[in-house]
């Protein structure tokens, strides 16, 4: 079974440019998570999508931060305009659904804004 | 406010001797508790997970104890090996209606051969 892909890697850009991520979630995983890890820190939830519906946004800044999961599956992430402290790991995770204690991660985006 | 906290940010232990890994939490209506592992540049993986209605949950060398009386739990690793030298994060999961996981800072784990 393939895991959660993500792409890019890694993204070096300027502040107050615009980087979008993406995520291909577990085959049949209906929720999608997008989780960002500042170093030394854990993981912290940004946006929940059910199928191709948000569920919980409460933490994403929705001023330079977007996220669109149009068709239930792959997802992006958008960061318009990004800060300097946006640098970090962007890391998406999936579980068969929102019941489901166990989320799978992806690989993660590493990005850092100069 | 951090409701999920690991104390330790590293634990050095020899091969072959038990590794402990604390993990302390403040909200009583946590329901799940998971342990992932993290290799550097890799994402977290699942190891092992324990219902807030159990106390032990064991998956080969891996075992977690909850002590929900002192909102602690403990990841046991025997014997450990140098391949179980990672970061090691505690997650709770928050009950219905909002199903959030809320990590802990981690705990970077050597296995000294």
């Known amino acids: 079974e393939a895991g959660v892909a993500q792409s890019p890697r890694y993204k070096i850009i300027e502040k107050r440019q615009s980087v979008a991520f993406w995520c291909n979630p577990i085959?049949?995983?209906?929720?999608l998570y997008w989780y960002q890890q500042i170093l030394g820190q854990g993981p912290k939830l940004l946006i929940q999508?059910?199928?191709?519906?948000?569920?919980?946004d409460s933490q994403l800044p929705k001023d330079r931060f977007s996220a669109e999961r149009l068709k239930g599956v792959d997802s992006t992430l958008k960061i318009q305009p990004a800060k300097l402290e946006d640098s970090a790991v962007y890391l998406c995770?999936?579980?068969?659904?929102?019941?489901?204690?166990?989320?799978?991660f992806g690989p993660g985006t590493r990005l850092l804004v100069l | 406010d951090q409701q999920v906290k690991q104390n330790s940010p590293s634990l050095s232990v020899q091969e072959g001797r038990i590794s402990i890994l604390n993990c302390d939490y403040t909200n009583s209506m946590f329901d799940y508790f998971l342990w992932y592992k993290k290799y550097p540049a890799e994402g977290p993986t699942f190891l092992i997970s324990i219902s807030s209605i159990k106390d032990k949950n064991e998956d080969g060398r891996f075992t977690v104890f909850l002590n929900k009386s002192a909102k602690h739990l403990s990841l046991h690793i025997v014997p450990s090996q140098p391949g179980d030298s990672a970061v090691y994060f505690c997650?709770?999961?928050?009950?219905?209606?909002?199903?959030?996981?809320?990590f802990g800072k981690g705990t970077k784990l050597s296995v000294i051969p």
């Open positions: 999508f059910q199928n191709n519906g948000v569920v919980d």
């Open positions: 085959s049949g995983h209906a929720t």
């Open positions: 995770a999936s579980s068969l659904n929102r019941a489901q204690e166990t989320q799978y």
């Open positions: 997650a709770a999961r928050s009950g219905a209606g909002s199903y959030q996981l809320t």
